[in-house]
């Protein structure tokens, strides 16, 4: 019965995708099929790889994550709150130690300096999932369990009636399979 | 074979003339550690279970009938729980190192051997949290120790060092099962594809929150992946010298010394990285990696603990230099008595473990020689355990005033079974995940093998 259950969740429909998808294995086939895709206004593609490749990067001609600002953000969150935290409780609970200031900046530094890190750390994670679109229920193309092996796909959603013309394009640059969605 | 089936093999990498290592036998080779356990594993798991019964029945005795029956007594009222926590926050410690600062350096025989460390990180500070409660006798008012707004306007206080290490540590646990957990995402994947039994596909989807691999998954991966080695790097930096300072801070002789942070950070990695070995050589046997997992990784790993073994040595001879050259006659009595006296026998194991046997490092025979690389940093944990408990038991047992000097302190059968508990509390996480999630970053590891070009780069 659960069983069941996790096999139908497991194995929920694929949405329906207007697009072509093509299999490569070799990286320097990918970087040209991309570069003439782009160059013929297919802007809009994915390349699905099991390891990350510069090459296909330059080609997507990727610009680097925002997410660095992200958690530059949590870092001086958690500075300010980690110094606010230890003063308003030096404050509000004064511990009065031989005649000493209540404010005693050097220890707080540690307590600033870890809660900097916590944040920065929380929102790294937060960033980086938010703007890779994780957790992910549905995949945004039809998704081949090989891309997490050793082969590389490129996702072009485009028209039907665009379709065999990109199909073309990718065989003509060594696509080992391809596929019209739609 | 045909042509294209050539010139894949032609591109795929090979290490140590084994068998040519592709993509898809890496996914082959490192996925198959995921498999239905065999009697073995079984039989070394139920004996850990065994072992951790024990150390919770001591636990049960030491709620029910209060912390006396740990046997702590004046003036050695921190003994075998302090160093527990100190040693498991040290063997903490290589895997950030290794995940982290490596990363940061770039350099690459990280890949094959890092995510043994981190997990080994997550589950040494999972075991070494434990002691601060155990400690308290009262674990179940643990809560007190983190700043929480209450109707009698109680803070904690920020000035002293044990609340220094509840913020250190609790951070360094979520900052490392954080890295620990993201950098199993795209494996997770590469695991969930493969699996055909329903409950492990259910386990990897969760765990690799539907990864596909996009173009757009990678960039913000990598662009995260850099900021978490960066932050992690000055916080494995940052945690080990907090916890020195709980005894740095205080004025007990043999503690109160400005030497102990980079100290305590040498030894946590020395005795981390020693440990990283002690989990791969039996692993990578085990699981038939040696063309992984290679010897030349191994060797390299070694070298660090000979790097840190120096630094340790020169941070034992420092202490002693500082107390004969020091102005301070009670620092000096305490660092000689410390080499001399009741506890000697423990001085000379530290010694000998941490300093004078890791020399033999110096020659690539023993570095490469796995059987006895293995025993020599078994001998380096055994070593830095007496560390932490020359630290702690000798410095309290020999405080400023004379009248209370007393060596009455002796391990109990308590303290013993939860030492002997914490390592199979250990073990039992380290056990259920080589066989649950992917031990070896499948992903990185095939970053190192040649990228499959079907013409040669210009």
């Not at chain 1, 001086?76 to 110094?83: A, K, N, S, Y």
């Not at chain 1, 490129?154 to 019209?180: T, Y």
């Not at chain 2, 109707?151 to 904690?156: A, E, T």
């Amino acid at each position: 019965m659960i069983g069941r259950l996790v096999d139908k969740l497991l194995q929920s429909p694929p949405p329906n995708y207007h697009g072509v998808m093509g299999v490569y294995y070799y990286v320097d086939d990918v970087t040209e099929a991309v570069k003439t895709l782009r160059e013929h206004g297919h802007n809009g593609l994915s390349v699905f790889s099991p390891v990350p490749h510069h090459d296909i990067e330059r080609a997507l001609d990727q610009k680097s994550s925002l997410v660095r600002w992200v958690t530059f953000i949590g870092g001086v969150l958690g500075i300010t709150g980690g110094f606010s935290l230890c003063i308003y409780a030096g404050l509000s609970y004064p511990m009065v130690t031989g005649g000493k200031e209540l404010i005693s900046i050097p220890p707080f530094v540690i307590i600033g300096y870890e809660s900097m890190i916590l944040l920065a750390g929380l929102s790294n994670l937060i960033g980086m999932l938010a703007l890779a679109r994780l957790p992910q229920v549905k995949s945004r193309a039809p998704y081949d369990p090989r891309f997490t092996e050793d082969k590389i796909g490129i996702w072009v959603p485009c028209s039907d009636g665009e379709a065999r013309k990109v199909e073309q394009l990718m065989r003509g640059h060594g696509a080992e399979e391809v596929k019209i969605h739609g | 074979m045909s042509s294209d089936e050539a010139k894949k093999l032609s591109h795929a990498a090979t290490a140590d003339a084994g068998p040519v290592i592709t993509q898809k036998s890496l996914n082959d080779d490192l996925l198959r550690m995921i498999s239905r356990p065999g009697r073995l594993w079984w039989a070394i798991f139920i004996l850990d279970l065994v072992i951790l019964s024990i150390g919770g029945l001591a636990e049960r005795n030491q709620i029910v009938h209060g912390i006396g029956v740990a046997g702590h007594t004046r003036p050695v009222m921190w003994a075998s729980y302090v160093a527990n926590f100190v040693f498991w926050v040290g063997i903490a410690h290589c895997g950030t190192l290794v995940s982290a600062i490596l990363f940061l350096f770039r350099s690459h025989f990280r890949r094959a051997v890092y995510r043994v460390a981190e997990a080994m990180t997550v589950f040494g500070v999972l075991t070494a949290g434990l002691f601060p409660l155990l400690h308290t006798g009262r674990p179940w008012f643990a809560y007190w120790l983190f700043p929480y707004p209450n109707q009698r306007g109680l803070w904690p206080n920020f000035r002293s060092p044990l609340e220094w290490d509840v913020f250190a540590v609790t951070t360094y646990l979520t900052i490392s099962s954080i890295f620990f957990l993201v950098g199993i995402i795209p494996d997770a994947a590469a695991a969930r594809d493969r699996t055909n039994n329903r409950w492990l596909k259910l386990i990897y989807t969760v765990f690799s929150m539907g990864w596909t691999g996009a173009n757009n998954q990678w960039k913000n991966f990598y662009g995260a992946y850099l900021y978490f080695a960066a932050i992690a790097t000055p916080l494995v930096l940052s945690v080990h010298s907090v916890v020195s300072w709980d005894f740095a801070m205080s004025q007990v002789p043999g503690w109160h010394s400005t030497i102990f942070a980079p100290y305590f950070v040498a030894g946590a990695i020395f005795s981390g990285v020693a440990m990283v070995i002690n989990l791969l050589i039996p692993i990578r046997k085990a699981f038939k990696l040696e063309h992984i997992v290679t010897v030349d990784h191994i060797e390299k790993l070694s070298k660090l603990v000979l790097l840190t073994s120096t630094i340790v040595g020169y941070s034992y001879l420092c202490e002693f230099f500082s107390a004969w050259y020091g102005p301070n006659p009670i620092e000096r009595d305490m660092f000689w008595w410390r080499a001399t006296g009741h506890f000697a026998w423990a001085f000379r194991i530290m010694f000998t473990c941490n300093v004078i046997i890791p020399l033999s490092l110096w020659f690539k025979p023993v570095r490469r020689n796995m059987p006895l690389l293995f025993v020599l940093c078994l001998s380096v944990n055994v070593g830095m355990y007496f560390e932490r408990f020359v630290i702690i038991v000798t410095s309290l047992a020999h405080p400023f005033n004379p009248s209370t000097w007393d060596v009455n302190y002796r391990m109990s059968w308590t303290e013993g079974a939860i030492l002997a508990g914490s390592f199979a509390w250990f073990f039992m996480f380290f056990l259920i995940f080589v066989r649950l999630l992917p031990a070896f970053s499948i992903a990185e590891i095939k970053e190192t093998l040649a990228a499959p070009m079907r013409r040669k780069p210009s």
